[in-house]
Each structure stands twice: as C-alpha cells, then as structure tokens.
C-alpha cells in the first residue's frame, strides 16, 4: 500500500479533499462547535494513516500543494474588511488598542508558561507566534531557530479552539459589542478564528481579518523581543 501510494501526488490531496468534506457534512448536520470540520478532518487523516501503516512523508507528498493555497486565501480575508472600512476609520484607537492587547496577552502568556514548565529557549520560540496565521507564523519560527513542524500544529490547535470556543467565551464574558467580538477572535485565533467571526456577522468578520494583518505585523516585532527573554 505505502509502495503504491508514494507513486501518486493525488493521493494526500484526495484524502485531504474528502476528509473535510466529511467534516463539513458533520457540522451541517449536528450544528456544533465542537465537531469543526478541520478537527475532523485532522483526526480521520490520522487514523486512515495509522490503519494502513502509511508514513506521513507519503501523505505530505501531495497534501503540500494544498498548503500553496494558505497565502492567497489570507489575503483574500482582506474583501470584508474593505467593506467595513468606515469602522476602521471612526473607531480607530479602540480598535489598534485592542489588537495590541490581545498580541501582547498571547506573548506574555507565552513566556510565563515556557517559565512554569521550564522550556528551553528553542521550545519557547516555537511557541511564540501561535496566535499569527500558519503562512506567517513558520516563516517567524524558523527565523528564530523554533521546530517549524511544531510551530505549525500548535498554531492550528489555537485556531481550532478558538473556533470552537470563541461564542461561548465572548457569551460568558459578556462580549456583545460585534467589534470587540472580531478584534478578541482575530487576535487570539487566526484564520479559523476568522472563520467562525464571519459565520457571527459581518463587522465580525471584518474585525477579525484586521487582527490577522496587523497581529503578524506585531508579533514579528514582538517576537524579535520577547525571544530574549529565555
């Protein structure tokens, strides 16, 4: 099997393809948080691998090409926020005071847990962008000597907690206002926090997909700091 595999690039690109199909058909029909479509997708890629005993380089062969897609859907992000541009520009302290809060939380959290559990300092710069996008968060972990692989999995994890958990958070902390909601997801959960943002509102959405922009902006900046600390 892993022989007649590793011949196919189509292989890794259809598993992948079907998997989240199957996530999204979970979703629709259930309608809960909890059963995202890209955890799903994530848990049944894993154990077709480990059922048929197939090495993840065989799988990653061709589910690379799909990855070529993560830039250009980001920026595509940028289309609601071009659509609430008069909220960017009536309310703009609140709105870059809230994305540097929220850049500054995930740094600091950081640091005094890789201070907790002790990691060492190539531990500690993986885990600094996990709050940034996958496309520019490997580019800041491997610029400061971090394990990109784990960087990737940590920031994927962050996303889809987030995106499970961002409604009931924003419910239980009172969050009402629609721009605090998209500014406190985008900041804390990325793209996939972007995701379920859009399916909250608009000006949710639109919020959120600013975060991503100018929390990559700052994480860099940031992360160039705060790696001297351990």
Known sequence: MNEILSQSIFFGIAITLVTYEIGLWIKQKTGKAIANP????????VAVLLLFHIDYET?????????IFLTPATVSLAVPLYRQLELLKTYPKAIFGGIIAGVLTAMVSVF??????GLNH?????LLPKSITTAIGMGISEKMGGIVTITVVVIIVTGILGNILADTICHL????DPIAK????????????????????????????LSIVVCGIL????????????
């Open 59 to 67: 799988y990653a062969n061709g589910a690379q090409y799909i990855s």
């Open 112 to 117: 005094a847990l890789s201070l907790m559990f």
């Open 38 to 45: 890209l955890l799903i997708s994530v848990i049944l890629i």
């Open 219 to 230: 994480t860099v900046i940031s992360v160039s700091i705060f790696a001297n600390f351990i």
């Open 182 to 209: 998209g500014l406190a997801i985008g900041t804390s959960a990325h793209a996939l926090g972007t995701a379920k943002a859009m399916e909250l509102g608009e000006i949710e959405g639109a919020m959120s997909s």
């Open 173 to 176: 902390c009172k969050i009402e």
């Open 122 to 126: 190539e531990q500690y710069v993986t």
